[in-house]
């Protein structure tokens, strides 16, 4: 049987409906179904209940960036590492530059063996094309018909922009073409896709409701509508791919595409990484303005998710708590809920019971002597990212300086003392240093039991480079440090799950506040509240996420003066706080590289912490870990990234740039 790539496969025509499962064979593979497997045109799209059936396949291929495999990597930036028995991840491979890896990495979600983005776009790109060409087939109602094909233009335009953030520009596939005059569709560029998206997300808004709760087709599933997509969702992501097409990156290409395919020239930004593109600034800033303004006027569910807890260090909410950041990302007893809470925009919906226990729940912690269980894999965070949380008085510790870390004259950190005074997200995500990582310790081994409080210093035993961290440091943001063999919430009694969301409320300040200081022409505007969006400047999108992590006893100021000097000062603060609110969200190496900054020294080291612990370990039993002093606190470089500008893109696979002359290979590879 003749071979057939993906990208032939999306044109295909004979692409049939098969009950109970999506297929990525080749067209030819269709023709030979038996023909009572294959479920009718007529029948998928006859009434709105068989319509939207047809459509629920959609949302249950979104990847589960988590959980693609036993144990994954999502975080390619200067964020992440793995121990060496990690080294085959992705994350790795983008240190080394093997980029071609994520083609063949079972544990990459861009094409890895349970999910994959690759695959899954262009199948997906495939049905909403298809169901748009059949809704006149529908016999139903208006609405019904609006809620149909509001999904499809979203979902043709969401998975357009995921295979663009990392790919680059591609043909906008936006019809289902017959399978024996398949046209030569030309890569467009970035900014030409990225249009195509916008209009497609635009239909969606004007489509779909803000509850569909509120329709009448929707109360057929009444009060369990959280997962469909909305008004409010289509407005945050046109906000999205404007912000993203009007970056410095992408803006470069635009200078310099040739035959349609954008070529960045140099392995410099050239300091091109304040240089946006004002006009699609503009038009993402009103978008997220507009969806900012549904948020302050309370037309909609959304609102950012309470930062209270009576302990930080084990994330126990305050009783008074009406919501749980912690929520947005894992839940523990409450019968395997998808994490998410009120703040969750975007999710798919392929989370369920114990499928995090298995793999998720065990790759963060340290391996040593068993303490967590599963294989001798951990992704822990760089001694880059810890630097990244700033200090309580709203200040960075660090500013970057002609490509090197200066130290903030300003912040007030001490190296006899570097945990002390910090942003109240660090002792929530990070676990450092004398944390007390096992609250429950009759089931430890005779050897585990030493391992009760973390021994993280220089020559400590959760250094250990196998089975340890490589950087003084482990993360506890996404799966809670209660997943050891002590407190054992990995059991099934837990009923642990864990959830990414691709977005979330706290990213639409953070993008609007960047986009309305990328569209500034001036210090004045970054303060200035927009009809738009009246209650909120560029300045107050930001503090409003430090006010609400501030507490009495983890203080949190707002950007403070010398932060909001000039426009570039600005774009600065706006950078770290993206890097600090969505650590370790997979979102750090699309920033990098859309700012022009993934080659760029200092973000082409990943560094460690080292230090002399000078406190004895029962210090550590009576008193706060972050009060504790250390001797000879310094960086040592663990792994330099060797990136040329032809990194600034994956490559495509070499079969499907065989398949026409216009489908041309990304620039250098």
């Known amino acids: 049987m003749k071979y057939y790539n993906n990208i032939k496969t999306l044109l295909c025509a004979s692409l049939l409906l098969v009950a109970g499962a999506a297929s990525f064979t080749s067209c030819t593979d269709w023709l030979d179904k038996d023909p009572e497997a294959i479920i009718a045109e007529d029948e998928a799209f006859k009434n709105y209940r068989n319509f939207q059936g047809y459509i629920e396949e959609i949302y249950s291929l979104v990847p589960d960036k988590e959980k693609v495999n036993y144990c994954t990597a999502w975080n390619f930036g200067d964020d992440a590492v793995h121990n060496p028995e990690g080294y085959a991840h992705m994350d790795h491979q983008v240190d080394l530059g093997n980029y071609r890896n994520w083609w063949t990495n079972s544990q990459c979600w861009l094409n890895g063996d349970r999910s994959s983005l690759w695959r899954n776009s262009w199948y997906s790109i ?50 289902a073409f017959d399978a024996t005059n398949i046209p030569e569709l030309p890569r467009l560029s970035f900014q030409e896709c990225a249009d195509r998206c916008a209009e497609d997300f635009e239909r969606a808004y004007d489509l779909l409701p803000l509850d569909w709760d509120e329709t009448l087709a929707g109360m057929q599933t ?32 635009e200078k310099t595409k040739n035959g349609g395919v954008a070529q960045l020239l140099g392995a410099s930004s050239n300091g091109k990484t304040y240089d946006y593109d004002v006009e699609y600034c503009r038009k993402a800033a009103e978008a997220l303005g507009k969806a900012l303004d549904l948020v302050a006027k309370g037309q909609v569910s959304y609102k950012l998710a309470e930062y209270k807890y009576s ?20 839940t523990e007893k409450q019968n395997w809920k998808t994490p998410g809470t009120c703040e969750a925009i975007f999710r798919g919906a392929n989370s369920g019971a114990n ?8 790759i963060f912690g340290p391996k040593v002597a068993g303490l967590v269980d599963h294989d001798n894999i951990i992704h822990h965070p760089t001694a880059n990212l810890i630097d990244q949380y700033g200090m309580a008085n709203g200040q960075p510790i660090y500013l970057v300086q002609n490509g090197e870390y200066v130290l903030n004259p300003l912040s007030g950190w001490d190296p006899e003392h570097p945990y002390k005074n910090r942003d109240p997200r660090f002792y929530h995500d990070i676990v450092f240093d004398g944390f007390h990582y096992v609250l429950s310790t009759d089931g430890l081994t005779p050897a585990q039991k030493p391992l009760e409080y973390c021994s993280l210093y220089t020559g400590g035993a959760m250094r250990e480079i196998d089975h340890g961290s490589s950087t003084g440091y482990f993360i506890q943001k996404l799966v809670p440090h209660q997943n050891n063999e002590g407190d054992r919430w990995y059991d099934w009694e837990h009923a642990f ?5 691709y977005m979330r409320l706290a990213d639409i300040y953070l993008m609007y506040a960047e986009a309305r200081a990328a569209m500034a022409s001036g210090v004045s505007e970054i303060n200035e509240r927009p009809t738009y969006c009246p209650t909120l400047s560029a300045v107050d999108a930001i503090n409003a996420l430090r006010d609400r992590v501030n507490s009495s006893d ?20 706006v ?10 969200e997979g979102f750090r190496w699309c920033d990098l590289q859309r700012w022009l900054l993934l080659t760029e020294p200092p973000y082409t080291m990943k560094y460690s912490h080292e230090f002399e612990r000078l406190e004895t370990d029962d210090w550590f039993k009576t008193h706060d870990p972050k009060d504790a002093k250390v001797g000879n606190f310094r960086k040592q470089e663990l792994i330099t990234r060797r990136l040329e500008s032809k990194h600034y893109w994956f490559p495509l696979p070499d079969k499907d740039i065989y398949l026409y002359e216009g489908f041309k290979q990304n620039p250098g590879w």
Request: glycine letters at 4%; aromatic letters at 16%.
């Open 126 to 175: 495939r049905k909403c094309n298809m169901g748009i060409a059949n809704i006149k087939s529908l016999i139903g109602t208006d609405e019904e018909r609006d809620l149909l094909l509001g999904q499809m233009y979203f979902f043709r335009a969401w998975w357009h922009f995921e295979l663009m953030c990392y790919f680059g520009g591609l043909p906008y596939i936006d019809e």
């Open 222 to 253: 009444f009060q369990m509508n959280q997962l469909r997509i909305n008004k409010f969702m289509a407005l945050c992501y046109l906000g999205k791919c404007y912000l993203w097409a009007g970056s410095p990156l992408m803006k470069e290409f």
């Open 575 to 584: 950078r770290r706080e993206r890097a600090v609110e969505l650590s370790f």
């Open 554 to 573: 983890y203080p949190m100021e707002h950007v403070p003066a010398n932060l909001r000097d000039t426009r570039e000062h600005f774009i600065d603060e």
């Open 355 to 362: 499928t995090a226990n298995w793999n998720c729940a065990k």
């Open 311 to 330: 302990n930080i260090y084990d994330h126990v909410r305050d009783e008074k708590a009406e919501t749980c950041y912690a929520d947005i990302f894992w």
């Open 497 to 501: 799950e864990c959830y990414l969301p």
